[in-house]
T-cell receptor
Framework: AQTVTQSQPEMSVQEAETVTLSCTYD???????LFWYKQPPSRQMILVIR??????QNATENRFSVNFQKAAKSFSLKISDSQLGDTAMYFC????????FGKGTRLHILP | DTGVSQNPRHKITKRGQNVTFRCDPI?????LYWYRQTLGQGPEFLTY????????KSRLLSDRFSAERPKGSFSTLEIQRTEQGDSAMYLC?????????????FGEGSWLTVV
């Protein structure tokens, strides 16, 4: 069965610093999608970034980028120039037939 | 397109009562998912549909839980004889799923408090 592991339950960084959130997954599929979503206190899930497994190029979205290592089954998220609004719970998702969530990393951006 | 809509957003019920949540996905999305999330935890998979067919149901779902998507559009999640342990947010998501694309849209969740 697919699993997603986020090994950092909680992290804190100073505003403007760079932070990396880790995610590893286990799958037997060759074609799948990986996502990072953030969930602020409002609880609405907000898409941060998406990666198709067949694409070798790492996805980037403004201050957010991923380091996708397919062989290692690793999908880390880097947030550059972190902002107070980045404070949220971050979930790593593996999607093929089902959506499998990691347990999340609670990220605090400190002023 | 108004996104994924969930109703009611909040429900307080007495133990033993039945509750039903509704999810209206983005129109024409063929996949619909239900998850349960408790405070500080990640969402746990409950069930999902491809059109009107329920493809999988988690073992987390006891016989008190049932979900339907009768016409392949909206879905309902019913919990019978609620227990305090059912208190959680019930999250719905939808997507247009095929092998070449998959973008997931989440509702805002339905909060259940069982007293």
């Amino acid at each position: 069965a697919q699993t997603v592991t986020q090994s950092q339950p909680e992290m804190s960084v100073q505003e403007a610093e760079t932070v990396t959130l880790s995610c590893t997954y286990d799958t037997s599929e060759s074609n799948y999608y990986l996502f990072w979503y953030k969930q602020p206190p409002s609880r609405q899930m907000i898409l941060v970034i998406r990666q198709e497994a067949y694409k070798q190029q790492n996805a980037t979205e403004n201050r957010f980028s991923v380091n996708f290592q397919k062989a290692a089954k690793s999908f880390s998220l880097k947030i550059s120039d972190s902002q107070l609004g980045d404070t949220a719970m971050y979930f790593c998702l593996h999607v093929d037939d089902k959506i499998i969530f990691g347990k999340g990393t609670r990220l605090h951006i400190l002023p | 397109d108004t996104g994924v809509s969930q109703n009611p957003r909040h429900k307080i019920t007495k133990r033993g009562q039945n509750v039903t949540f509704r999810c209206d996905p983005i129109s024409e999305h063929n996949r619909l998912y239900w998850y349960r999330q408790t405070l500080g935890q990640g969402p746990e998979f409950l069930t999902y549909f491809q059109n009107e067919a329920q493809l999988e149901k988690s073992r987390l779902l006891s016989d008190r839980f049932s979900a339907e998507r009768p016409k392949g559009s909206f879905s309902t999640l019913e919990i019978q004889r609620t227990e305090q342990g059912d208190s959680a947010m019930y999250l719905c998501a939808s997507s247009w799923w095929d092998r070449d694309s998959n973008t997931i849209y989440f509702g805002e969740g339905s909060w259940l408090t069982v007293v």
